[in-house]
């Protein structure tokens, strides 16, 4: 698939395993969320645009090149991209971070708006948008949607787990975003769950499993 990236590393693979465990405790998988994350962001940013700066090290002054951190706004869906967040922010301490929140209705399993606080120059700059879970699609093609809508013509959808279907729903709506992936699983269960998956992201990461 076009402008779909499946980040096959070990270290991503050996992550997402124990993500997967029923038995990791909600602190240890919170640590899994940011470092996968911190992962996908180092292969997504690959050909993010830099600038010139004049360094002096103890001999000499050169030429080096930095990413401008102003220039990128990383914006979670709430709430599990928050984790991700937390992780990428590692990255680039410098990055704004923006907001969406949208809510899956369980019976219809459609998306609609809670909450979106933005910077005001988010059209101008680089956008990672980040949510673990690419399942049916409806919450990325919904945030996708509301971020051009403000004007931002550059984004990248990072997710940890997705399934065929919603990568298929996301690239025939827009093709432009590329999205990297950290594991593309089998498929989605009758109630729009991830499978093999492992289960909630949201849940798992706060602790609010029943």
Do not use: W
């Not at 909450?115 to 990325?140: C, E, H, Q, W």
């Amino acid at each position: 698939m076009e402008n779909v990236h499946v980040i096959d590393h070990p270290l991503i693979q050996d992550i997402i395993a124990r993500m997967r465990d029923k038995n990791t405790a909600p602190a240890l998988f919170h640590e899994l969320v940011k470092e996968v994350a911190i992962l996908e962001a180092y292969e997504a940013l690959r050909d993010i645009p830099t600038k010139s700066i004049e360094v002096e090290t103890p001999l000499e002054k050169t030429e080096q090149h930095v990413i401008d951190e102003n220039n990128i706004c990383l914006v979670p869906i709430l709430r599990a991209g928050l984790g991700m967040a937390e992780g990428v922010s590692i990255l680039l301490p410098g990055a704004p971070v923006g907001h969406i929140g949208l809510k899956r209705d369980e019976v219809t399993h459609l998306t609609h708006e809670y909450y979106a606080n933005f910077p005001k120059r988010i059209a101008d700059m680089d956008v990672l948008l980040l949510d673990p879970m690419l399942a049916t699609g409806g919450s990325a093609v919904d945030a996708i949607t509301r971020l051009k809508e403000r004007g931002v013509k550059s984004i990248r959808f990072l997710c940890i787990i997705a399934v065929p279907e919603g990568v298929k729903v996301v690239q025939e709506k827009f093709p432009d975003v590329p999205i990297y992936i950290g594991a593309l699983d089998r498929e989605l269960n009758s109630n729009a769950y991830i499978l093999p998956g492992l289960g909630d992201a949201g849940d798992r990461i706060f602790g609010t499993i029943d």
